[in-house]
Structure formats: structure tokens, C-alpha cells
């Protein structure tokens, strides 16, 4: 039987990622906010734009418009009736005869609207997006100018009915109305997600009506932005927010170099009733990022004590993640383990700071609780094997059999296996049993588990509905190179099937991490095979015996080509940190071995390097023969005291690969020859860090055409395929990433003349054309190289003399082979790629700065500022400036300077 995927939130809201439901502990509400031009700046109206109007035009395609006009009304009241706020909604239905402007998304009418988009035209093919508000805020102080609201009315279906939802046609989804609405008003409010469980501003839709009414975290966010107050006047029936609560202030910083921690969630748990129905929170830099010291306030405590806790906001821990925050809260710190605050007792050193010991903190109203300032632990010596990625949102199952995760433990024995941890989730909320999880060895007569004599078993485990399971173990290894897996049992699907089932958390739509082939998908009798599209969201800790013990970081980029006589693996050593988490001694790196899983489940050693980042593998070696067959390949660095990190992630060779490799050299014995036509030839990215050369030839004038076409993608890690024109010596002519609006290369150029080739009867030249997936290539050394899954492309080129080119695709490098462009998409959200060619004959390196600036000129970020070697690079910028604050959305421009050479390009942010 296979293992499955599903989505596990049906439907998003706004223009933000996913996440999941039902966690505790919860978290904080969090502002909208921006990098103003003075500072951060957080979204608000001004208070002559209150009450806030809004314009609806109610007509849809699922139900009676005065139907879903009196729906909105009534979630803009819910709104309306916070006591402790005045930012008051005027939801109207749109009136031309009132001088109401058309709904429509426009920024610059001065009419906040409210409209269903009957035919999706705002919302891609596809998409799980519900609906969104687009804000317009002034950066000088944050104040809100224009809102508008849009329903996705071509996938969703508008349910009205409760407590159950009223089915929707095939093709659409069923959502409640008001819940939805309600979210959005949250938005114009100035409200960004939260993550406490039930809210309303929680970054996805329940399934039911539950969303319609505010909890505690909702009806605080508001007032924190619009606070009833003695002082301005209370309305009618209000009460005095800052007079009513209290706060709590204080600090997060880094146990291991005092650094502010930049977007921990600084819980408040009320005592006297510890739930999420009781529970405010905070984020750590919320106006000073990573300036300050990781400054928090908690606003709107109800009188009483509190236990204050830190959680790091990465999706397991809690409902939302880094991806369901928008403004500055991009790249936020989530390296640091939950704990509460311990008053005296806070320290650095979690071996006597205990996560769950606490000094209660007492909140009286209208006063502050200061002083509450954390120092995240730390464990000299303690190691987590966590080999997947960032949150996401799938999860997967079997239909009975076992989920497996294996880990490699490298370590200097003895040493201490002190836990497994693995999200689980459900979709009603409540536990749900797995048969049994166990602990096994390696059984090296199969190279998996050894399920029959697991060294710790737990029957009839019932997983959390959605959050982390921390499973002691305690086990002393005295084994050197020890293999241990953790086996998840499945029982069957019956007949309640989502509901009533366990599931576990994975990595799967975007491996920015890479594959590292450690999951294994067995049946019932233990027979089965490596997952390689996936990384089951496991991880293992393990205490060394000493901390000197601990080894340095694994090695994060491995990548390799297939040349006529050799794999060529690639890599770039780890840096001096080590894995604990504290730094290391500059050039900590002695050597880096080359190691493939063999049949029986152990490493075996392939080679070595001390100095080059590539380790060669001949291919025709009649000593020590390649092996054929799919193989898993990895690299390990060993530190000076000789201690060996963790495998790297994995490529693998005889595993997808075309008929034209090996074909991974700029040289004319090795390049696959194309004839022309070529038209859809199957090619594929195989294996992780393949590069793939082609043999073109043209007369100068002809017009070149060729693309390469990705197949069987289905939005989960597909390719970024990336292609170059270049001269036999590495001159790059043209190129293309993105340029189609998809990732799919098309170079179209005019073959031009050698600088002393007579334009009389010109002979042919040959060109090579590299096609190689972007995260795999020279272009982002540091980039990890990824297993694809499908890994195929379809490859098509010709060569014609027309007078002219009817369209130009692909970008041409300019006089003196220089070349920088955005290479899409533009606008980004939020990562903006940027392809520049360093011309090799202006000398073999050069000094290069590229900087982003915004439309003022002012400087925002510095991606490179160092010696780079002629030949393509690229550049990403993910919208931070140099602090790691999130831009606001808006208008900037990259400008390079590498020798002679001065360009600059545009970028748009858009979020």
C-alpha cells in the first residue's frame, strides 16, 4: 500500500500561507506592520476615518445578495460590539445614488469596498486562497488609507447555515460567510494572524461556525489598536480598556550570545483558568526586530496571576508560522526550545533552568508587570536529528503498515538517546490512536528496521490533535556509527475515514533543505522502501557524553554531475558551529568523507577531501566499479578532535537520469549534440546537481529558439529550471529563468558574430546550452541541490534566418558580455531572483557589490560584497533590509557594480 498526502487546511485566507488548528499552547495576536520610513510602523485608522466605511456589493454567485449583505453587516457588528474598543465598522451596501464608486480593488478611489470576484480573476488557477483585504498604509506613521476586500466566489461556495455548512457543488469548497468576513474586517482593523486556537484571526477556516464569534485574543487586538479610554470619552456601554487590565513587559534573548530574539511568542497562562480562552500573548521585536533586545509588552490581562512562557512560533508549537505573518515578520527565530520564565532562577543553561519551572508574575489593572526577561536555554552537548524543513501544511498517512524515520547517529560513544518528537494531527480534534511506535536497531539483512526487536515500544499511542509528541527514551548507544529508526504503525481506514485517524506532519512543497531519503514507506510484514519526494517531520535527541564531543554542523548542499568518466559530488563546507549550537574555532572543518548507503543499511566510505568542497567517483574504474542501480549518496564533515557530523542531505545517482547523460561538461566530446530541429526531446534533472550541456550550431544572423519544458509538475518541489547560451569559452550570450511568468526557460536571440568574423558568408560557430535547475547550479553555490520528483523536461530547439525575431524572450547579455536582470517574478512575494553575467574577458574574478535601495535611494539591504569569479551568478533577495526586518510592500531597485560595469534594475515587493 502507498503513503498518502493530504492538505490538511482545506481553505486559506487572505494572501497568506496555511496552518493548522486546535494547538495549544496558543499565541499571541500580532499587528499589521511595516518598515516605515523612520521605523516600524503598525496599521491603524485615524480616528476622523471612524466608524470605518465600508461599501459591499453583495452579489454572488451561491446566494440572495441581501442575504449576504445582512451576513457582512453582521460580522462587521460582531466587531462593533467589543466593549473595550471604538473602532467601529459601517458596513453599507453599495448605493450609486449615496455617490458609492463601483466595488472594485482600487487603492486610489477613496472608497474602502467590498465585492465577490464572481470569475476569480484576482486569484490564480488553483489556489486556496478565500479571500483578501489589500491595504494601503501611509509609512510614516502607519496610518490606513484605503482597504478593500475580495471574495473568491469562483472556488469557494458562501455557506449560511449553522452549525453545519451547506454543501457546495463539485468544483467548489463550502465556507461560512460570516466567519470568513469576520476574519477580513480583523484585517482592515490592523489585525494580522494569530494562533490561539478557535479565533477567529487564526490563518485558516475551521470547517464550521465557530470563527463567527470573537475570543479573547481578537477582542484584545482590537482594543490595543482602537482602546476605549476615560480619557478620550467612552461610548455608550464601553469600558475603560487600560483601566480594566494590565500588562506585562520584558525581553527574549539569546542564551547563547545575548542577541535579541526576533519573534518568539511570549505567552501569559492566567493560573486560575490555564486555557486558550484565557490566554494573551505577545511577539518578541515587534517594534524593535532585532535592535532592542527582544522587547515584549502582553496588553489587555485580566487581573490575577500568570505563568509566562516563550514558544517558538514554527508551526508545530503553535497554530501559525513564520509564512502566516506577513509585514516585517519574515525569517523570524524559532531555534530555541519552550520554557517558561523562572524569575531568579533564568538562565542560559537549560540543564538547571527547567523549561517547566516558573515564578509566577501578578497582574493588577491599569499597572505594568516588568521585568519579565527571558534567556532561551541552551544543552552543551545535546544534539536534535531533525533532517526536514519549515513548516507546512500536508500531512500524510498509510492505510495500516508503518511510517518509518531513520537516523544516523555519528556520534563518540557513549552517549544518550534522550527523546523522539513528531507532530500528529487530526481532523476532529481529538486524539486518535496509532497501534504502537517503537524504537528499533538496523536489521542489516534488510537495511531497514529491526520491527521484531524494537529496544522500546508503546502500544495503542494516542497522538496529539495537532502539536508535538515528546516520547522519552533514555537509552545509553556504546555502538560507534549507530542506526536507529523510529517505526510509526497504522491502523486501517474504516469507514469515518479522515475523521477518527492519526496522521503525522511532513516536508513536502519545498525541500529548501533538500532530500535526505531517511523516511521509509513499509507494509505490515516489515517490506517496503525509501520515500524520496518527502521528510517526515521526526526528529531525535541525543547527549553527548561530553559537549567537546559534539560534532560540527552537517554539511548542507550536496549536489553531483555526471561527466564522461566521473560523478563529480559537490559541496561547500559546513560552518564553524557546532551542533549544539555554540560556534567553533575559525576553519574547524579537517576533512569531508563521501559515504553511500549500502544494502545492509550502513555507510560505506567512497572518498575524501580536505580542501576542494568536490569529491570525484570514477566511473570507470575497473578496481573499484561504480555501483549501478539507484544509490543514496551523502557527505559527512569531521571536525578537528576528529568527531563526525551528522550525513548532509542526499543525491542519487541511476535514479531518474536520460539516455543523454553523461553530458555534464562544457566540452565538445561530452555535450549531447542536438540536431535541429529538436523538438520535446525527454530529458530530465538527474540526478540532484545535474548540469546538462547541448551542442548548437548556427550562423551568425540566424535567430535561435529553445526551451525546456518541465513535466508532470504538480506544485510540490517542481523544478526552477534555468537555461544558458553560451560561447565555447564560457561567455554567456543569453539566458532566461522566469521570464515566461512560470519556471520554464526560453532563449530566443539572434547568434551574433565574432568580434574578427567577417559578416560574408559567415561560418557556422558552435554554442553550448546549459540547462541545469537553479537551486542545483554554479548560480547559488550555497543553495541546496534537490532531488525532483518528477525530475523530467522536455527540450526543444531550432534554428532559423528570418529577418527579424517576431519576439525576443530570455535576456541578452549586453556589449562586453556583462549582463544583470531581475529574472522574475515581478512583482515578488517575497523572493526576487537576480541573474548576473561577470564577462571573462574583463580578468577571471571580480570585486562585486550588489545592493537593493529603496525609491529614495536610501540602503536596504546588501546581498553581495565580496570577490566573485567571472561567469553567471545569482542573487535572492527575500524583502528583508539588513536588520531582517520585512519591507513594506512598494517600488525598489538592485544596483551592481563588479569592475567597469554599473546597472541597476527594478524590484517590486508585493505582500
Known amino acids: 500500500m502507498k503513503s498518502h498526502r493530504i492538505r490538511i487546511a482545506l481553505t486559506a485566507l487572505g494572501a497568506f500561507a496555511l496552518a493548522l488548528t486546535l494547538v495549544s499552547p496558543a499565541s499571541a495576536f500580532i499587528r499589521l506592520t511595516r518598515q516605515g520610513t523612520t521605523g516600524i510602523v503598525q ?57 458609492h464608486k463601483t466595488p472594485a480593488l482600487d487603492g486610489t478611489d477613496g472608497q474602502n469596498s467590498i465585492f465577490f470576484d464572481r470569475t476569480g480573476a484576482n486569484f490564480p488557477p488553483g489556489t486556496s486562497i478565500i479571500e483578501f483585504v489589500r491595504s494601503i498604509i501611509d509609512l510614516t506613521d502607519g496610518h490606513t488609507l484605503d482597504a478593500d476586500m475580495v471574495a473568491n466566489d469562483r472556488d469557494f461556495y458562501w455557506s449560511t447555515t449553522s452549525p453545519n455548512l451547506t454543501p457546495a457543488p463539485p468544483g467548489q469548497i463550502s465556507v461560512d460567510l460570516q466567519s470568513v468576513v469576520t476574519h477580513e474586517y480583523g484585517h482592515v482593523l ?19 461556525t465557530r470563527q463567527r464569534s470573537l475570543e479573547l485574543d481578537d477582542r484584545t487586538g482590537a482594543s490595543v489598536i482602537y482602546p476605549e479610554s476615560a480619557a478620550r470619552g467612552l461610548s455608550p ?34 493560573l486560575a483558568d490555564p486555557s486558550p480562552a484565557s490566554e494573551i500573548s505577545a511577539i518578541s521585536g515587534e517594534l524593535t526586530v532585532r535592535s532592542g533586545h527582544g522587547d515584549f509588552k502582553i496588553y489587555g490581562l485580566p487581573p490575577g496571576t500568570y505563568a509566562i512562557a516563550i514558544i517558538p512560533l514554527d508551526g508545530v508549537h503553535t497554530i501559525a508560522a513564520d509564512p502566516n505573518i506577513g509585514g516585517i515578520f519574515n525569517g523570524i527565530d524559532i531555534n530555541f526550545e519552550p520554557e517558561f520564565w523562572n524569575g531568579a532562577g533564568e538562565s542560559g543553561n537549560g540543564f538547571n533552568d527547567h523549561a517547566n519551572d516558573f515564578t509566577p508574575v501578578s497582574v493588577v489593572a491599569a499597572a505594568n508587570s516588568g521585568g519579565v526577561d527571558f534567556i532561551t536555554n541552551t544543552f552543551p552537548g545535546r544534539v536534535e536529528i531533525a533532517q526536514y524543513g519549515q513548516f507546512e501544511n500536508f500531512v500524510t498517512f498509510r492505510n495500516g503498515g508503518y511510517l518509518v524515520k ?26 486518535a490512536t496509532f497501534p504502537s511506535v517503537r524504537l528499533c536497531a538496523l536489521n542489516t539483512a534488510t537495511g531497514g528496521p529491526d520491527l521484531n526487536n524494537p529496544l522500546l515500544q508503546i502500544n495503542n499511542f494516542a497522538g496529539s490533535p495537532n502539536g508535538a509528541n515528546d516520547i522519552p527514551v533514555n537509552i545509553t548507544i556504546n555502538d560507534p556509527d549507530k542506526v536507529l529508526f523510529w517505526a510509526i504503525q497504522f491502523p486501517n481506514t474504516g469507514p469515518t475515514f479522515p475523521n477518527n485517524f492519526p496522521f503525522i506532519r511532513m516536508d513536502f512543497t519545498n525541500l529548501e533543505r533538500g532530500l535526505f531519503a531517511n ?16 521528510n517526515l517531520a521526526i526528529s531525535l535527541t541525543a547527549q553527548m557524553g561530553a559537549p567537546e564531543q559534539t560534532p560540527i554542523v552537517a554539511v548542507p548542499n550536496l549536489g553531483t554531475n555526471q561527466t564522461a568518466n566521473a560523478y563529480e ?25 563521501l559515504v553511500r548507503r549500502l544494502p545492509s543499511g550502513l555507510l560505506g566510505l567512497e572518498g575524501t577531501t580536505t580542501t576542494s568542497g568536490k569529491i570525484s567517483r570514477a566511473t570507470n574504474d575497473t578496481t573499484n566499479v561504480f555501483p549501478g542501480g539507484p544509490q543514496l549518496w551523502f557527505v559527512q564533515a569531521v571536525d578537528n578532535p576528529g568527531n563526525k557530523s551528522l550525513t548532509s542531505n542526499t543525491t542519487i545517482t541511476k535514479f531518474g537520469e536520460d539516455l543523454d547523460e553523461p553530458n555534464g561538461k562544457r566540452a565538445a566530446d561530452q555535450a549531447t549534440v542536438l540536431p535541429i530541429p529538436t523538438s520535446n526531446r525527454p530529458e530530465s534533472y538527474a540526478p540532484a546537481g545535474d548540469q546538462d550541456y547541448y551542442v548548437v550550431t548556427a550562423r551568425p544572423g540566424d535567430q535561435l529558439i529553445a526551451t525546456a519544458n518541465s513535466t508532470g509538475q504538480d506544485t510540490r518541489n517542481d523544478q526552477d529550471l534555468v537555461m544558458f547560451l553560451m560561447e565555447t569559452n564560457g561567455d554567456v550570450i543569453a539566458f532566461d529563468d ?54 523530467t523536461y522536455n527540450l526543444s530547439a531550432n534554428v532559423t534566418t528570418p529577418a527579424a525575431l517576431a519576439s525576443r524572450a530570455g535576456d541578452i547579455v549586453g556589449e562586453g558580455g556583462f549582463a544583470f536582470k531581475n529574472t522574475g517574478p515581478n512583482p515578488a512575494n517575497p523572493l526576487a531572483k537576480m541573474i548576473y553575467v561577470l564577462p571573462r574577458s574583463g580578468g577571471s574574478s571580480y570585486g562585486v557589490k550588489l545592493r537593493i535601495y529603496d525609491v529614495n535611494g536610501r540602503l536596504v539591504r546588501t546581498l553581495v560584497d ?46
Not at 555519528?410 to 476532529?428: E, G, H, R
Not at 561547500?572 to 576533512?591: E, K, M, Q, V, Y
Request: proline letters at 8%; charged letters at 15%.
Open 43 to 99: 496599521a491603524h485608522w485615524l480616528d476622523s476615518k471612524i466608524p470605518i466605511l465600508t461599501v459591499i456589493d453583495p452579489t454572488n454567485n451561491d446566494i440572495p445578495p441581501a442575504t449576504a449583505l445582512s451576513v457582512i453587516q453582521t460580522a462587521a457588528q460582531s466587531w462593533n460590539d467589543v466593549n473595550t474598543c471604538y473602532g467601529v465598522l459601517n458596513a453599507v451596501g453599495y448605493d450609486p445614488a449615496l455617490g
Open 190 to 208: 490592523g489585525l494580522d494572524h494569530t494562533s490561539v486556537a478557535n479565533c477567529t484571526m487564526i490563518p485558516f477556516i475551521i470547517g464550521d
Open 237 to 270: 456601554g464601553a469600558v475603560d480598556f487600560a483601566a480594566t487590565t494590565g500588562t506585562v513587559t520584558g525581553t527574549v534573548v539569546s542564551g547563547f550570545n545575548g542577541s535579541a530574539v526576533f519573534g518568539a511568542h511570549v505567552e501569559a497562562f492566567n
Open 406 to 431: 531513520r537516523f544516523d547517529l555519528p556520534f563518540t560513544p557513549p552517549f544518550n538517546v534522550n527523546k523522539i518528537s513528531f507532530p500528529t494531527f487530526t481532523f476532529d480534534g481529538a486524539p
Open 519 to 534: 523516511d521509509m514507506n513499509l507494509n505490515s510484514a516489515g517490506a517496503g522502501g525509501t520515500v524520496v519526494d518527502r
Open 569 to 593: 559530488f559537490k559541496f561547500a563546507n559546513p560552518p564553524d558551529l557546532r551542533a549544539d549550537g555554540f560556534s567553533l574555532p575559525a576553519g574547524s572543518t579537517n576533512h569531508v568523507n
Open 738 to 791: 522566469d521570464s515566461n511568468g512560470n519556471l520554464n526557460p526560453r532563449i530566443a536571440v539572434t547568434v551574433p558574430f565574432k568580434k574578427d568574423q567577417s559578416k560574408k558568408n559567415p561560418s557556422p560557430r558552435k554554442l553550448f546550452l546549459l540547462v541545469t535547475d537553479i537551486q542545483g547550479s554554479d548560480l547559488i553555490p550555497n543553495g541546496t541541490p534537490q532531488v525532483r520528483v518528477p525530475s
Open 866 to 911: 565580496r570577490d566573485q569569479p567571472a561567469g553567471p551568478h545569482v542573487a535572492v533577495w527575500n524583502g528583508t533590509d539588513d536588520a531582517g526586518r520585512g519591507v513594506a510592500s512598494g517600488h525598489y531597485y538592485a544596483r551592481i557594480d563588479a569592475g567597469q560595469f554599473t546597472e541597476k534594475v527594478g524590484v517590486t515587493i508585493l505582500k
